[in-house]
């Protein structure tokens, strides 16, 4: 991985723990419905707009089927079941869950793309999985598991946003990945208006300034920009390093919930942070690829 893309990575990340709190703060004027229809059609399109400037070649027969299939999947269920679990829960719940994804993706790029999944980085999932468990404080008699419910919901969009790597690797080997995006949400935007178009332009109508700047936030730069950086890195690197550096998310999406949303911050969150952060160093020291005579192409695997 070259260290422009970590950097980028990691600063996604951070925007993209925010996107828990968000959801949170707009529940009172938005269901999952008309959020996830009202974030990814201004994404579309502010995209389609973009259309004759975009690289590349646009996807055609196969190609253009699964990026249909990839973008109901990602931004239709995927962020339904993810916003329903937020609201049936906390942000700091779902802040703590997302260290699933990053197991739930490397495991799909293993088995669907061939991918091999060294040591290093089952040492830095430990890690990682060690440090959610210390955040989450599991041994306090007061412990207890955000509703069932809301867990499962949580979880399964997990499932459903691996398919954005695990489909959307070869697709931007073969076409521009900005086109790739373009008709992967336009098939989204359709489909969520057919389901809530009408209740979300009512909506719409009723939302504050500072609804349209949390909804902003989302369609733009945890939409459009993220979705673009991670096509950028997993073009050039395997799917299951990149999904590591979402171990980044429970870190920031509980300091984020703690002071927008005043939930309680506890000292296993600190622990747990120091935890996670110990097993990305672990895992990613040998994958990041210096420039110039000091940089090292990994030809071994860990």
């Given at each position: ?20 709190s ?7 004027q ?8 009202l974030?990814f ?8 707009l ?7 070649q ?14 109901l ?20 719940d ?11 993706t ?36 007061d412990?207890?598991l955000?509703?069932?419910?809301a ?9 459903c946003?691996?398919?954005y ?7 931007i ?16 935007a ?7 178009g ?7 109508q009723?939302?504050?300034?500072g ?30 390093v990149t ?20 939930e309680t911050?506890?000292?296993g ?9 110990c ?7 040998r ?16």
């Amino acid at each position: 991985m070259k260290p422009l893309h970590l950097i980028l990575l990691i600063g996604m990340n951070f925007f993209w723990a925010g996107a828990y709190s968000a959801f949170k703060t707009l529940t009172p004027q938005l269901d999952p419905g008309c959020l996830t229809t009202l974030r990814f059609g201004l994404a579309a399109v502010a995209l389609l707009l973009c259309w004759p400037w975009l690289p590349g070649q646009s996807p055609r027969g196969r190609d253009l089927v699964k990026t249909v299939v990839m973008g109901l999947i990602v931004f239709v269920l995927a962020p339904r079941l993810q916003v329903a679990g937020v609201q049936r829960g906390q942000a700091t719940d779902a802040a703590v869950l997302m260290a699933l994804e990053p197991l739930i993706t490397s495991l799909a790029a293993a088995m669907f793309l061939g991918e091999y999944v060294g040591p290093r980085r089952w040492v830095g999932f430990g890690c990682g999985l060690g440090g959610v468990v210390l955040m989450a404080e599991i041994w306090k008699p007061d412990f207890h598991l955000p509703g069932l419910t809301a867990n499962a919901l949580f979880v399964a969009s997990f499932v459903c946003e691996a398919a954005y790597s695990i489909m959307g690797q070869p697709l931007i080997r073969r076409a521009g990945l900005l086109k790739v995006l373009t008709l992967a949400l336009l098939a989204g935007a359709v489909l969520n208006g057919a389901l809530d178009g009408r209740a979300t332009l009512v909506a719409a109508q009723h939302l504050t300034p500072g609804a349209w700047a949390v909804m902003a936030y989302l369609a733009l730069i945890c939409t459009l920009v993220g979705y673009v950086v991670w096509f950028v890195v997993i073009r050039e690197t395997e799917v299951n390093v990149t999904a590591l550096t979402v171990f980044i998310q429970p870190v920031v999406g509980v300091m984020i919930a703690t002071v927008l949303l005043e939930e309680t911050l506890r000292w296993g969150q600190l622990w747990g942070s120091l935890a996670i952060v110990c097993g990305l160093v672990i895992a990613l020291a040998r994958q990041i690829k210096l420039p110039g005579p000091l940089g090292r192409e990994e030809t071994g695997k860990t």
